[in-house]
């Protein structure tokens, strides 16, 4: 069974950071795209970040690009988001999902993905 397991959401301040990582497991993720989306309340599902298999490709949101970092382990079967100069609009859980490398020519579009995490609460005070 595939399971997509987030940790590391928070309370924090504006400004501040949190990581989130997602740890994998389940089956063989060889050539996966992993990504993060995120969800505020009364709102739709947003894409965040993804990254390729190798780690040497990787995509962001306008809204988070120069703040936030997207990485992964492959020998733990782990992403990991690095979130930096937080905002309040940043508020929302955030999932982690994870596709096959077709999804490459979308990766915004969460349809695509075949795995999704349970999600992590984020909050970030003002």
């Known amino acids: 069974q595939v399971q997509l397991v987030e940790s590391g959401g928070g309370l924090v301040q504006a400004g501040g950071s949190l990581t989130l990582s997602c740890a994998a497991s389940?089956?063989?993720?060889?050539?996966?795209?992993m990504a993060w989306f995120r969800q505020a309340p009364g709102k739709e599902r947003d894409f965040v970040a993804a990254?390729?298999?190798?780690?040497?490709?990787?995509w962001y949101a306008t809204s988070v690009k120069g703040r936030f970092t997207i990485s992964r382990d492959n020998a733990k079967n782990t992403v990991y988001l690095l979130m930096n100069s937080l905002k309040p609009e940043d508020t929302a859980i955030y999932y982690c999902?994870?596709?096959?490398?077709?999804?490459?020519?979308?990766?915004?579009?969460?349809?695509?993905?075949?795995?999704w995490g349970q999600g992590t609460q984020v909050t970030v005070s003002s």
């Open positions: 990254i390729s298999w190798s780690g040497g490709t990787t």
């Open positions: 999902a994870t596709a096959n490398p077709a999804v490459k020519r979308a990766v915004v579009d969460g349809t695509l993905y075949d795995y």
């Open positions: 389940g089956r063989t993720f060889t050539n996966y795209v």
